[in-house]
């Protein structure tokens, strides 16, 4: 807060003039926006639950904008004709602490992983003749450290696989991958023949 919030600037040519947040304009115009990033980033800070730690990080971001937006009017209503008005390097700062406040309240809201299970279902068409570049979606898993099922181009194989990818994913809280390759999609049911007339 101490650092320059915006800079004021006669015109393109001279360097500009740091302008603090409280000295941008009166109090009554600054002062919903100061009001609103102090809440939110006491709320984003103190709080330990995700959900008010992302209402905090969404406030502060509303009282940055908002200073940012009546600050910059008001500065350059009593500068010249050819006068600019920039962010600061405090706007800066708290931009990057209010985006880590939201970032890191998403990350812990997304952590639990899946209820239940859920299964990923990918089609990949490479043949015998493409690059092991081309099969992204093992590369994917192995990454992501989620399990990968490829089963037999047959149908009780598939139906067998689709069983036991949910079991998987319900006890891991993980999402589970499969794979269908081309070969899949034309595989037969062989059934006997009817008798015809």
């Known amino acids: 807060m101490a650092l320059p919030f915006l800079t004021l600037a006669a015109n393109r040519i001279v360097a ?82 209010v985006s880590l406040l939201a970032a890191d309240a998403l990350s ?27 099969e992204r979606t093992h590369a994917f898993a192995m990454k992501s450290t989620q399990c990968l099922m490829d089963p037999r181009p047959n149908l009780t194989s598939i139906v067998n696989a689709v069983e036991t990818s949910f079991e998987l994913s319900e006890a891991s809280n993980t999402p589970v991958m499969m794979e269908l390759r081309i070969r899949a999609c034309h595989c037969l049911l062989y059934t006997s023949p009817s008798p015809r007339d």
């Open 108 to 134: 812990n809201l997304a952590s639990p992983g899946v209820m239940g299970g859920t299964l990923i279902v990918v089609g990949e068409d490479f043949g015998e003749g493409s690059s092991v570049i081309q």
């Open 16 to 97: 500009g003039e740091g302008v603090a947040a409280w000295r941008m304009a009166d109090l009554f115009v600054t002062g919903p926006g100061l009001i609103a990033l102090v809440v939110g980033l006491a709320l984003g800070l103190l709080s330990g639950r995700e959900g008010l730690r992302l209402a905090g990080a969404a406030l502060g971001l509303a009282g940055l904008l908002w200073l940012l937006s009546q600050g910059a009017s008001n500065l350059i209503a009593d500068a010249g004709d050819y006068a600019r008005v920039s962010p600061g390097a405090g706007f800066w700062c708290l931009l990057v602490v």
